[in-house]
């Protein structure tokens, strides 16, 4: 099938049905998250991937008790820097440097330029610079699920800093953004799974400008 086909056979599932998606699916997915792109390369997020009952039962509470959270094989949370900092850019930079066989000083002046821009805006602005990032992988692991025919609800109705304090994000200097639930779609008792799928028509969404 075609990109256009699976996206137009996924729907933001809203009642799984348990059932476990294979290791190599998932570990398919998450490939798409990690190669997706990043302003400056920097990939500020990370990936939390959470499969142990307990603990997505503890996210439920605090996600308005969408029952996707415990009917998911896996959880996957999207955490993002709090802010940025020198070091970290460096770090980053250093490490890209490495893999490539170049000095640690081939990239200094757009590294100091980043940084020069990025230190003035604040830790409120870097958050959110950094959390849109992660959106970008996020999508692209919801259309490697809709390849793979596993069913994926995107989510932002939970409370951020509740799932920070279960998943002890700030002592890694996180901050969740988003939560994608992975699993197989319940037919018999998901009231969205046979509706129409309604989106703006391209007339109204495109705009070409010649």
């Known amino acids: ?58 996210i439920k509470t605090v996600a308005w008790d969408q029952s996707q959270i415990i009917d998911a094989s896996h959880v996957l949370v999207f955490a993002a820097w709090d802010g940025y900092t020198e070091e970290k850019i460096k770090s980053v930079f250093d490490k890209t440097l490495d893999e490539r066989g170049l000095p640690h000083e081939t990239m200094d002046d757009y590294r100091k330029n980043i940084w020069g821009l990025y230190e003035p805006l604040g830790q409120a602005w870097q958050a959110q610079h950094a959390a849109k990032q992660a959106y970008i992988s996020f999508g692209l692991a919801i259309a490697a699920a809709a390849e793979q025919k596993v069913d994926a609800t995107p989510m932002e109705g939970f409370l951020p800093p509740k799932v920070d304090e279960l998943l002890e994000l700030d002592k890694l200097g996180l901050k969740s953004a988003l939560i994608l639930a992975l699993g197989y779609r319940d037919e018999e008792n998901d009231w969205l799974v046979n509706m129409k799928k309604v989106r703006t028509a391209k007339e109204d969404f495109v705009t070409e400008l010649k």
Not at 10 to 35: C, F, Q, S, W
């Open 1 to 58: 099938m075609s990109l256009i086909e699976d996206l137009q056979w996924r729907y933001a599932t809203k009642k799984m049905n348990g059932n476990t998606v294979p290791k190599e699916k998932l570990d398919y997915i998450l490939e798409a998250a990690r190669l997706a792109p990043s302003s400056s390369g920097l990939q500020p997020y990370q990936v939390f991937v959470i499969s142990n009952k307990a603990l997505q039962e503890k």
